[in-house]
């Protein structure tokens, strides 16, 4: 393990376009669960009538409002979360011209909280919420304010307030799509972490990657393994941090 967290940070230090693409693994350091793991989201009886998947759609949301947004501040908002050591670590390369940008399917925003400033969020955030029929935005605290709740609505025209997520059954924005896929094909070094790469479109978007070192940094095996350079089984967050204490230290 020694030896790969000393390969990774040669790699860094080799990288000037460095591009992290990151899931779900990314932050269950700071105390969010992943979504398919055992513990995860979808594994958990949530409910006896609806399946989580099915609660996280756009079509549920519409249908059962009050159930939707139920399922969603008990189980996708996670108010006290805070970035962890993996999070820092990006910061800190992107301080340094290491890190062109973060592209990650979570919408936490711990990656800006933590500092980062260009990170593509391919499945929205649910920082920043807005009006479903008039487009007026809002933030996160005014969906949890008491008098919101069970719905909350729209002070200019009366409609209902949802987190800006990607939900099942919604495209991602082409916009933000465009970007990450143009980061990613002009990167020379691609760190996959946290992530299973089983969720398409997003888990597609890594073989748009021509660069010279790929790190593939989870628990568990991904699709993309055979190809990699450098393959890491460990937590995210402590492994970044020791690689880049290392570069920063040589």
């Not at 592209?103 to 807005?130: C, F, M, P």
Request: hydrophobic content about 40%.
């Amino acid at each position: 393990m020694e030896s790969k967290i000393d390969t990774l940070a040669k790699i860094l230090k080799d990288s000037t376009r460095a591009v992290f693409f990151g899931g779900a693994g990314m932050s269950t350091e700071s105390g969010i669960p992943d979504f398919r793991s055992a513990d995860g989201i979808y594994n958990q009886n949530l409910h006896r009538r609806f399946r989580p998947e099915e609660m996280a759609s756009h079509s549920f949301l519409v249908k059962h409002p009050e159930e939707f947004f139920d399922f969603y501040r008990q189980r996708m908002m996670f108010l006290s979360a805070a970035p962890n050591a993996g999070h820092k670590a990006l910061v800190r390369l992107e301080q340094q011209g290491i890190l062109a940008a973060v592209v990650t399917q979570n919408i936490d925003g711990l990656h800006q909280l933590a500092g980062s400033k260009i990170v593509y969020e391919l499945h929205g955030s649910s920082r920043h919420w807005h009006c479903m029929d008039c487009g007026k935005t809002y933030p996160m605290k005014y969906a949890l304010q008491e008098k919101n709740q069970p719905i909350p609505h729209c002070t200019e025209c009366g409609g209902v307030v949802r987190p800006g997520v990607v939900l099942y059954e919604e495209a991602l924005d082409d916009a933000v799509v465009q970007k990450a896929l143009r980061a990613i094909s002009a990167a020379d070094t691609l760190i996959v972490g946290g992530t299973s790469l089983v969720v398409y479109p997003a888990a597609g978007m890594i073989d748009y990657f021509r660069g010279k070192h790929l790190v593939l940094i989870n628990k568990t095996e991904t699709k993309a393994d055979a190809q990699a350079e450098l393959v890491i089984r460990a937590p995210i967050g402590k492994t970044l941090a020791e690689a880049v204490d290392r570069l920063m230290n040589e």
